[in-house]
């Protein structure tokens, strides 16, 4: 049982373009969710994080959107650089109530910005 | 800040040898720290939950014999991967959390290590 989605397996943009990556989730007690960003052979890097009590987070260049109703979630990129390649894992958790800070791990996007 | 260190980050060892891994929070203290296991272009799985001072939690299917986890002090936690086999190599995990309260409701996020790259022969 696939709790956290991600749909799209790659994705590819040119540098200075947006990058939009989505997940979906099926669990409705998640309240925290989180993108992590990981180049081969390192682990994830912690990015950006939203709770369920917002539907907006914004980090320069990072913008994590929370859809509650619709169980969704996308980070977007603007402007998108060469750099920012990766494979992007979105993370959710129930944490607020559960507190135990487990994270469930979708399937990942390849992100490819193309100079 | 926030930096987790694992090691080794490559192990290469024969069928039937136990190989432990560390996970040290560097500069922050981690009550909990947890352990992943990700198989090539698949999702990460976290296989236990590793508390100071008690039992680790496991996950449903993951052998708590096979994979002993000590979390003796808030800032390192280690797997050992007990007799392995072929079937146990895989690229393992580790991340910690801040400690409660520190990060607003919610709690810090998770910081990961490098990962160790586990082949068995």
């Known amino acids: 049982d696939q709790q956290v989605k991600q749909n799209s397996p790659s994705l590819s943009v040119q540098e200075g373009r947006i990058s939009i990556l989505n997940c979906d989730y099926t669990?409705?007690?998640?309240?925290?969710f989180l993108w992590y960003k990981k180049y081969p052979a390192e682990g994830p890097t912690f990015l950006i994080s939203?709770?369920?009590?917002?539907d907006k987070n914004e980090d320069g260049r990072f913008t994590v959107f929370l859809n509650k109703s619709a169980k969704h979630l996308s980070l977007h990129i603007v402007p998108s650089q060469p750099g920012d390649s990766a494979v992007y894992f979105c993370?959710?958790?129930?944490?607020?109530?559960?507190?135990?800070?487990?994270?469930?791990f979708g399937q990942g996007t390849t992100l490819q910005v193309k100079p | 800040g926030a930096v987790v260190s694992q090691h080794p980050s490559w192990v290469i060892c024969k069928s039937g040898t136990s190989v432990k891994i560390e996970c040290r929070s560097l500069?922050?203290?981690?009550?909990?720290m947890f352990w992943y296991r990700q198989f090539p272009k698949q999702s990460l799985m976290l296989m236990a939950t590793?508390?100071?001072?008690?039992?680790?939690?496991?996950e449903q299917g993951v052998e708590k014999d096979k994979f002993l986890i000590n979390h003796a002090s808030l800032t390192l936690s280690t797997l050992t991967v007990t007799s392995a086999h072929p079937e146990d190599s895989s690229f393992y995990i580790c991340?910690?959390?801040?400690?409660?309260?520190?990060?607003?409701?919610?709690?810090?996020?998770?910081?990961f290590g490098d990962g160790t790259r586990l082949s068995i022969l």
């Open positions: 993370a959710a958790s129930d944490d607020g109530s559960s507190n135990t800070g487990k994270l469930i």
């Open positions: 590793s508390n100071e001072g008690s039992k680790a939690t496991y």
């Open positions: 939203i709770s369920s009590i917002k």
């Open positions: 991340s910690a959390r801040g400690l409660p309260g520190t990060g607003g409701l919610f709690g810090q996020p998770q910081h």
């Open positions: 500069d922050f203290q981690a009550t909990t």
């Open positions: 669990n409705s007690m998640f309240d925290y």
